[in-house]
């Protein structure tokens, strides 16, 4: 994951506010712990509207980090990106996820929506829950970086890090179960399909979202310098929207084209339009 960092998007009813954290194989505790930190400070607020209380005490999340657990998630991450699975396919790495948050006494479901992975951190609260999401997919991309760990799988990698995804919001999971009473319950949601645009309807439609206030999303993303954390309202990445478009071309004679409609060069001209 060197030279990448990570977007992390908040989405309510009201707003979109992208931050992006630098993740790299060799500072993941930096992600992690930032990652915890900006969750945490979410959750003390929404606590705040459902039973006010002084702020406690800074949580120093690096506390609650091992030499242990920083191996396990490189471990896994390389594991995950060795086995790249396509969209819908993504069963052994579903079980990879399940595996680890068992290993550390987070309950799951697993096979949601398919080949989706849903767990919850609860909390003795009212507040609405904070729902983290991840995508697991891969893309049909032949690997050739020549890494130790590249992939294993014919035609297939981990070329939009879906596997670095996967491994930080296992992290987070961790981190925040480990820690203190949560003000809120987080709902931890590893979502398939995200390549395909069809993943996230799927969970949505198999209620991952119910009972859920605030949802955060994460994508590593090399524009940024490693070791930053990057805040800006708004939308930070383009909608996988799909659309069709038809063009209606009248035929003629090549010896006089200015009395037909070439639907090939009225396309050519949408494109650079668009």
Not at 78 to 93: A, K, M, Q
Not at 139 to 150: D, M, N, V
Not at 154 to 162: P, S, W
Not at 258 to 273: C, M, P
Request: with cysteine.
């Amino acid at each position: 994951m060197s030279g990448r960092s990570w977007t992390f998007v908040s989405m309510s009813l009201a707003c979109a506010t992208p931050v992006t954290m630098a993740a790299t194989s060799s500072a993941p505790l930096m992600r992690f712990t930032r990652l915890t930190s900006v969750v945490r400070t979410v959750l003390w607020d929404i606590r705040q509207r459902f039973s006010p209380r002084p702020m406690p005490a800074s949580v120093d999340v690096m506390d609650l980090f091992d030499p242990v657990l920083f191996e396990q998630l490189v471990a896994l991450r390389r594991d995950i990106h060795r086995h790249p699975e396509l969209s819908w396919n993504e069963t052994r790495t579903a079980l990879r996820i399940c595996e680890f948050l068992e290993q550390h006494g987070i309950a799951n479901q697993k096979d949601v929506a398919g080949t989706g992975v849903v767990a919850n951190i609860p909390a003795a609260t009212g507040a609405p829950i904070i729902a983290l999401r991840a995508d697991t997919d891969a893309l049909p991309i032949h690997e050739e970086t020549g890494l130790p760990f590249a992939s294993e799988v014919d035609g297939v990698m981990h070329a939009c890090g879906h596997d670095g995804h996967t491994s930080m919001l296992l992290g987070a999971a961790v981190l925040l179960a480990r820690g203190p009473d949560l003000p809120a319950p987080v709902r931890l949601i590893f979502q398939p399909a995200e390549e395909l645009g069809r993943g996230a309807p799927a969970m949505i439609d198999a209620g991952v979202l119910d009972g859920v206030g605030m949802i955060f999303g994460g994508h590593l993303d090399r524009h940024y310098p490693t070791g930053t954390v990057i805040v800006t309202d708004g939308p930070v990445n383009a909608a996988s929207d799909r659309f069709s478009i038809e063009i209606r071309g009248s035929g003629g004679h090549a010896a006089r084209p200015h009395e037909t409609v070439d639907a090939v060069v009225v396309g050519s001209l949408l494109v650079i339009a668009i």
